[in-house]
């Protein structure tokens, strides 16, 4: 499966932003898809998953209350929905797909490029 991400920008702080990640293929369902951040110098840290069938989510706790994570399989799409944004959110995120459900990188078997985000105080 191939990941295409796109939404990223730059914002204030207190704002929203919607992430979307396209999937090619018809095996979409199939695959948990996560959304994983990069801080400069550090190691890409998870943020949320879902589930193929879209039920179960799992969220950082940095994100909790903040984020929510979706998906429309009929659009091959997954989605990152950020509100009240901080200027701790700034980032390259990542979407990524597995074929388990999980929170660790190393499951992810498929990435898109990733889009920055940039929250300014």
């Known amino acids: 499966v191939q990941l295409q991400a796109f939404g990223g920008g730059s914002v204030q702080a207190g704002d929203s932003l919607r992430l979307s990640c396209a999937a090619s293929?018809?095996?979409?369902?199939?695959?948990?898809m996560g959304w994983f951040r990069q801080f400069p110098g550090k190691e890409r840290e998870f943020v949320a998953v879902?589930?193929?069938?879209?039920?179960?989510?799992v969220n950082a706790d940095s994100v909790k209350g903040r984020f929510t994570i979706s998906r429309d399989n009929a659009k091959n799409t997954v989605y990152l929905q950020m509100n009240s944004l901080k200027p701790e959110d700034t980032a390259v995120y990542y979407c990524?797909?597995?074929?388990?459900?999980?929170?660790?990188?190393?499951?992810?078997?498929?990435w898109g490029q990733g889009t920055l985000v940039t929250v300014s105080s």
């Open positions: 879902i589930s193929g069938g879209g039920r179960n989510t």
């Open positions: 293929g018809r095996t979409f369902s199939t695959y948990a």
């Open positions: 990524a797909g597995a074929l388990s459900f999980g929170v660790h990188s190393a499951l992810y078997g498929y």
